[in-house]
């Protein structure tokens, strides 16, 4: 989808668009972004020892057939710059426990069967231009596509304006679990909320 901006009388085209293979590290970068440090903290985790954290990041977004893939990925851009980023993917059922305790509050907020909303993030510059309420309208028509009923996400309740956002969007909080605190986090204390809307597939949005 395409629409036309202005910008100090320039006109620039601005594009939602499936991510590529080679946004990986576009992706990476935007997902250190988003996720608060849980991102940090478990590239950390699987990267060998010292390796910088994007590498490890953009490796893991360049893999195919897989939850965390560029596959499921949706990218703003304009004039060429990519701007924002949508991860999203459909929600499976697992039983596994998650050993880790700093991750498990994280295993327990799932919502199998709805489309998760992993990421959504827009660069510090282009922030307050409604890229975010867009690319969050969009994972509506992505669940509605694949046949899902609803959007669920995770929000830690100390990021406020992030739960305004979602809250306008009528998310609504259906569990929460108490953090682990560790030096990745951007957070030492509080809830990790489960966040979960409704939405229709008939829905028609323009964005």
Known sequence: MKISVQSKGETRSEQIRPATKADA???ASLFLMSSDGLASYIWSRVGAPGADLLEVGASRYSRENTAFSYQNCHMVEIGGQVVAM???FKMESDETPEADPVLRPYSELEDPGSLYVSGVAVRPEFRRRGYAR???ILADRLAA???LTRVSL????RNAPALRLYASLGFREMDRRAIVPHPSLHYSDG???LL???CDA???VEV
């Open 154 to 157: 995770i929000c830690f309740d």
């Open 134 to 136: 867009k690319l969050m």
């Open 196 to 198: 979960v809307r409704e």
């Open 145 to 147: 596509a694949q046949g």
């Open 25 to 27: 590290r576009e992706i």
């Open 191 to 193: 809830h990790a909320l």
């Open 202 to 204: 008939r829905e028609q």
């Open 86 to 88: 949508l991860h999203a």
